[in-house]
């Protein structure tokens, strides 16, 4: 790894660029605000560590109360539970018997579970399970309007619970009903639409399984623009936000009830970029490309300066366009929301986090490891 672009104690000016920023304050009141969130729900909140892939920051989820981590892959996994994070769920199928061999490796130093949507991958498990003299937690998932992976609703869901409660060396875990297109459909009158989709079907599932005698001790899903109604629709049980602790563009695009921005958390996640050319009056080009900042949700947008905007991005290069404010100085430096905050951790090495951003004398306080950066086997 190259050593990170700031240290501890340095003045915000003093930060090389491109860098990726975490306004620490705004970090903290978005933690603060979905752990109360959960609390008041009653149900528990296991965030998604795939957002951050940082170690610290799940401990820092785990301090406020969150019951555990999802992970995406067994290698965030395995970072995590070296990191000492104890309980984990994998909220996501893994095929394959190397990569099943390290989950089963992985629930004797922790308190593991695994999604699956296939019988024959239960029983690999199950197989994997048993030579290793562990007794795995799995939970069904069920396909709730996603069209991603997930058993069908119903008895194609009650038949796989019950070839995983005929193991031994597994345990039925409960189901995982998370439909994640649900998370950006823009207003509000959409993703409550969604959402009852998925409560009904989640709900009939939960009631015919426990009328064969297999009780779903976790009922997971949800995500950051969906949680409050799951949370109120008394069928899910553990959600597992993500995108919160540092919010995007992309979320920015959803809307409240009155038509305002989505705003329940705050835009905590920048890359901070230089203008490392001005060729002309129309142009000015940063130090923040395709190799900075990913584009499958659109363009970063510049914080904070209206009229201004990011294009044309290049391997290493940004340029930014007015609408006819004057744009910025060469050598001025400017930050960057990106448009979707978990690929963009995933091209840095390391989160600088910054007291007082927006004051009159930002410093950086902290520097956190972006510690399962590329684990995606």
């Not at 599932?205 to 297999?214: D, P, S």
């Amino acid at each position: 790894m190259v050593p990170p672009a700031a240290q501890p104690g340095m003045r915000f000016a003093e930060i090389d660029t491109p860098a990726l920023i975490v306004d620490l304050d705004a970090f903290e009141r978005n933690l603060k605000r979905m752990a109360d969130a959960a609390a008041r729900a009653g149900v528990r909140l296991r965030p998604h560590a795939k957002t951050h892939k940082c170690s610290i920051i799940a401990q820092k989820q785990i301090a406020l109360g969150a019951v555990g981590v999802c992970c995406q892959k067994v290698s965030e996994a395995e970072i995590l539970v070296r990191d000492g994070i104890g309980d984990v769920l994998i909220s996501n199928e893994v095929v394959g018997a190397r990569k099943i061999e390290r989950l089963v490796a992985l629930a004797k130093q922790a308190r593991i579970a695994v999604c699956v949507d296939d019988a024959g991958v239960a029983r690999d498990l199950a197989a994997a399970a048993e030579r290793a003299d562990v007794t795995l937690s799995v939970l069904v998932e069920i396909d709730v309007g996603g069209n991603r992976c997930g058993v069908a609703p119903g008895a194609p869901a009650l038949r796989l619970a019950q070839e995983i409660a005929r193991s031994n060396a597994l345990r039925f875990g409960g189901l995982q009903a998370y439909n994640g297109s649900a998370q950006h459909k823009r207003t509000l009158a959409e993703r409550q639409a969604a959402i009852a989709q998925v409560a009904a079907q989640t709900r009939e599932t939960v009631a015919l399984l426990a009328q064969n005698g297999l009780r779903c001790e976790t009922i997971g899903g949800a995500g950051t623009g969906t949680f409050e109604l799951e949370a109120a629709g008394g069928v899910i049980n553990e959600l597992q936000a993500g995108s919160y602790v540092f919010m995007d563009v992309d979320y920015g695009r959803n809307k409240k009830a009155d038509g305002g921005p989505f705003d329940t958390f705050e835009n905590a996640l920048f890359v901070l970029a230089t203008v490392m050319s001005r060729p002309d009056d129309t142009r000015a080009v940063v130090d923040a490309g395709h190799k900075t900042l990913p584009i499958d949700s659109g363009m970063p947008e510049p914080y904070r300066r209206p009229g201004i905007h990011y294009g044309r991005p290049s391997d290493e290069h940004g340029v930014l366009t007015t609408d006819g404010p004057p744009l910025p100085h060469l050598g001025e430096r400017i930050l960057l929301v990106p448009a979707h905050c978990d690929p963009t951790v995933n091209l840095h090495d390391w989160l600088i986090g910054v007291r007082g951003l927006h004051g009159t004398s930002p410093v950086v306080e902290t520097v956190w490891p972006v510690s399962a950066r590329g684990a995606v086997f």
